[in-house]
């Protein structure tokens, strides 16, 4: 008895294997001849105005990121030095040094 439900279980399996590779075969036969076609038609279709609406969300983030590039780079090449601000800095890191001296660090 056991044979026969072993048996049985591997016949289910093996034919829903079949079944579902037959359907995954079947449903990229389908969109394969479908969907290229479809789609050629459709963008052959479309009016400018419905072109402009499609393509819009992807020429708003691409403008967007060249203007954040371009952005960036103007302030990269525009920024400025601060002379006083250096020997301000060159003097507390002396001050910080001494008094790390004082209690017993060596640079």
Not at 9 to 18: L, Q, T
């Amino acid at each position: 008895r056991e044979e026969e439900l072993v048996a049985e279980e591997a016949c289910h399996c093996d034919a829903g294997w079949k079944m579902a590779l037959t359907n995954l075969t079947s449903i990229k036969s389908f969109f394969a001849s479908n969907s290229i076609n479809q789609q050629q038609q459709r963008i052959l279709s479309l009016s400018s105005i419905e072109l402009f609406i499609v393509w819009l969300p992807l020429w708003a983030v691409l403008l967007l990121g060249i203007y954040a590039l371009i952005s960036v780079l103007y302030r990269v090449v525009t920024f400025g030095d601060c002379p006083d601000a250096a020997v301000e800095l060159s003097g507390q890191i002396e001050e910080a040094k001494s008094r790390l001296k004082e209690r017993g660090f060596q640079f």
